[in-house]
């Protein structure tokens, strides 16, 4: 089962969205802090933010048609969508969140059509690759944070608010190999998301352990210019 990208929702969201200089991106891999970053640059600029995992695991999942949005429908649709998942390979896993990608774009650029003056608004994750969203969006509105291998299996593995995923495994059948496989998909997205942005121009910034939330924030506060 290989998933394809509608180039048709990259199009309709590109005249929708690639016009909108006040829209922000925030995107990386597991753990990387988007939604803490996001937090701190509301705090000192006072813009708006919106949750893309709110969007695609809550308030779209009633959006998802069979017709135009078959990777979601598939994969949410699944009698158990995690176990449905992990049966997947790398390369199905892959096609199907690269399509998965451009139908949240179709979603949203239904949700600002029409819409003229909106102030400023900060996106908070949702896309696993960014050559998905740089079709739609400038590459200069878009801000990458980088992680590493070991950071993201650390935090899966001991984090308090991310064991619940362990939880969840461990009541599948094999759920040792699926574990690791969880893992290893992880790795493997973060890894796509740092070679796309290379790709598409994407500045990414990484925090190091002399770099503190504020001053990560400064810096991307300075480089979208708001």
Partial sequence: MIFKVNSEYLDKAHAVLAGRPNLYWIIGGAISGKTTICGE?????????????AHIYDRYMSRYGRDRH???????????????????SWEQFDALNRAANAEYLDLLADDL?????????????????????????????????????????????SSEDRLVMKRW?????????KWRKFLEFDRLIAQTI?????????????????????????????????
């Avoid at 598939?74 to 997947?88: D, G, I, Q, R, T």
Wanted: proline fraction near 6%.
């Fill in 194 to 226: 740092e070679v796309e942005c290379r790709e598409y121009g994407i500045k990414s910034f990484r925090r190091d352990n002399d770099t503190t939330i504020r001053e990560l924030a400064g810096r991307i506060i300075a480089y979208f210019g708001i």
């Fill in 113 to 157: 059509v029409g819409t003229t003056g909106l102030a400023p608004l900060l996106f908070d994750g949702g896309f696993t690759h960014p050559s998905i969203l740089a079709q739609a969006v400038p590459a200069a509105n878009i801000a990458c944070l980088e992680t590493t291998g070991a950071d993201l299996v650390e935090s899966w593995e």
């Fill in 41 to 53: 640059i509301r705090a000192r600029t006072g813009i708006a933010i919106f949750d893309m995992d």
């Fill in 169 to 177: 495994i461990e009541a599948l059948p094999e759920p040792d190999e």
């Fill in 70 to 88: 078959p990777a979601n429908r598939s994969w949410f649709s699944a009698s158990n969508p995690l176990e449905w998942v992990l049966s997947l």
